[in-house]
T-cell receptor, first 116, second 116 residues
Framework: AQKITQTQPGMFVQEKEAVTLDCTYD???????LFWYKQPSSGEMIFLIY??????QNATEGRYSLNFQKARKSANLVISASQLGDSAMYFC?????????????FGAGTQVVVTP | EAGVAQSPRYKIIEKRQSVAFWCNPI?????LYWYQQILGQGPKLLIQ????????DSQLPKDRFSAERLKGVDSTLKIQPAKLEDSAVYLC??????????????FGAGTRLSVL
């Protein structure tokens, strides 16, 4: 069964606008972590933001924020004030702590294109 | 601080040939991961090392793939013999230790393998 679902294969966003990337996850663990990574065309996966399942506040890192809705099992990434350099693939990933050795399980990704 | 180094960046081989990829993790990182990323998909874990011991190789096709991490630092991933379906990007990642809750994995730029 798919653990991480990203339903938007691609999105266009105008420069300086905000964009929300959807991510839903499936786990029976009480303790888990959610990660977002950015993958530019160069190929390297760049860590953006982390949310732990017990964190009460939504995570923020600069222009990135995570809209964590635990009951709905969703962890959407919000990028504010988009820049041309934000054009990339974005992956949501989950690590289940109770029966895992730290393995990250990734979604299929969302391609974001920022236009001038 | 130097990031995760991988080589080569690109490799083209014919089916049934063998190929090897090399990874040097971030200094001090005990945990090393190899992922396979097929075009249009998220990365999938092949094998995870803690120091020089294997902790998860459940998704490694062991009839043709092998990996080692001698001395708990550098690692090599080998495919022998290669099949057409092995065409993918092979990503190496490292993290401080698998026991940490946040346990951010830092990725290299990957090796893009084409099997003809």
């Amino acid at each position: 069964a798919q653990k991480i679902t990203q339903t938007q294969p691609g999105m266009f966003v105008q420069e300086k606008e905000a964009v929300t990337l959807d991510c839903t996850y499936d786990t029976s663990d009480q303790s888990y972590g959610l990660f977002w990574y950015k993958q530019p065309s160069s190929g390297e996966m760049i860590f953006l933001i982390y949310q732990g399942s017990y964190d009460e506040q939504n995570a923020t890192e600069g222009r990135y924020s995570l809209n964590f809705q635990k009951a709905r099992k969703s962890a959407n990434l919000v990028i504010s004030a988009s820049q041309l350099g934000d054009s990339a693939m974005y992956f949501c990933a989950m690590r289940e702590f109770e029966n895992s050795w730290g393995k990250l399980q990734f979604g299929a990704g969302t391609q974001v294109v920022v236009t001038p | 601080e130097a990031g995760v180094a991988q080589s080569p960046r690109y490799k083209i081989i014919e089916k049934r040939q063998s190929v090897a990829f090399w990874c040097n993790p971030i200094s001090g990182h005990a945990t090393l991961y190899w992922y396979q990323q097929i075009l249009g998909q998220g990365p999938k874990l092949l094998i995870q090392f803690q120091n020089n011991g294997v902790v998860d190789d459940s998704q490694l096709p062991k009839d043709r793939f092998s990996a080692e991490r001698l001395k708990g630092v550098d690692s090599t991933l080998k495919i022998q013999p290669a099949k057409l379906e092995d065409s993918a990007v092979y990503l190496c990642a490292s993290s401080l230790a698998q026991g940490l809750a946040k346990n951010i994995q830092y990725f290299g730029a990957g090796t893009r393998l084409s099997v003809l």
